[in-house]
């Protein structure tokens, strides 16, 4: 099956800023701004999933602490 192995990515108008940083952040916001009009529930589920990523980042890269099994609702309230 040609193709099966390749990675897409989405570019976007707002978040193509991360993509030298953190790949995956400007994917989620560039899927999210491509289907906002289309499906607002689709885009705000990537949203949610921008948001544990950038959690998950802001915490390794301030070395913070975390329960190895917490959930992100318990990182963002710490």
Do not use: C
């Not at 030298?20 to 491509?34: D, I, R, T, V």
């Not at 607002?40 to 602490?65: H, Q, W």
């Amino acid at each position: 099956m040609a193709g099966m192995n390749r990675i897409y990515f989405m570019k976007s108008t707002n978040f193509e800023f991360l993509r030298p940083e953190n790949n995956l952040l400007a994917n989620l916001g560039g899927l999210a701004e491509a289907v906002l009009h289309l499906d607002p529930g689709s885009a705000l589920t990537r949203l949610r999933g921008f948001a544990e990523e950038l959690t998950k980042a802001i915490y390794k890269e301030e070395l913070l602490p975390r329960m190895p099994q917490s959930s992100f609702y318990e990182w963002r309230i710490q």
